[in-house]
């Protein structure tokens, strides 16, 4: 992602699906072998309790460590959401590995519009991997440009707008807290998104 951050969320979910949706698969299959009466919503109930958690451990961590700590910590919570996203949708049923993750992924994260830009994003991103253009043409730029674009990038997926909460988080005095509420924030409201969407198909 940090040779190629343009397409940093798109790399980000495509490998979340790869990475995180068996492990999605297994923990809702689990769950409800251990409490065959869960139903979908509870199910996925459990799953924002856990990784809105997550998410507000990482904006505190975040905010205690300055602007180092807040450009990775976009990077986090990026993924965290990823994750519970994935386990939103196996949930409610739905096969959290499948290729249309991806897609779903960057709808709910409002990094595309639509699901046919979406889709067309990511197979140039797949296609920039396959093909590893994706490690050329970084080396010659700075270093901490290509960082704060990446930052940048990822805050748009981890629903932090335009990079004004990451650098919220850095606010003396303020940033463990504002870390917190932003991370717990962004990461509800995607969960809402998510809900409505996997819990209506």
Known sequence: MKAD????????????????????????????????????DALAELAVKRFTTLARI????????????????????????????????????LDPSAPERATDLLVLQRVHKAAEAARLALGVAAGRERASRMFTGAGGR???????????????????????????????????????WVNSAATKDLAKRARALFGRD
């Open 58 to 93: 990482s904006g505190a961590v975040s905010g205690a460590t300055g602007l180092p700590g807040a450009v990775l910590d976009v990077g986090v919570l990026a993924w965290t959401q990823a994750r519970m996203t994935l386990h939103i949708a196996a949930a409610y049923g």
């Open 142 to 180: 700075p270093i901490t440009g290509v960082i704060l674009k990446l930052g940048l990038r990822l805050a748009q997926m981890a629903g932090v707008r335009a990079g004004r909460r990451m650098f919220a988080k850095i606010i003396p005095g303020a940033a463990v807290i504002l870390g917190t």
């Open 5 to 40: 951050p343009q397409f940093a969320p798109e790399h980000l979910a495509l490998e979340a699906v790869r990475r995180l949706g068996p492990e999605a698969a297994r923990w809702a299959e689990r769950a409800r072998l251990e409490n065959p009466d869960l139903t979908p």
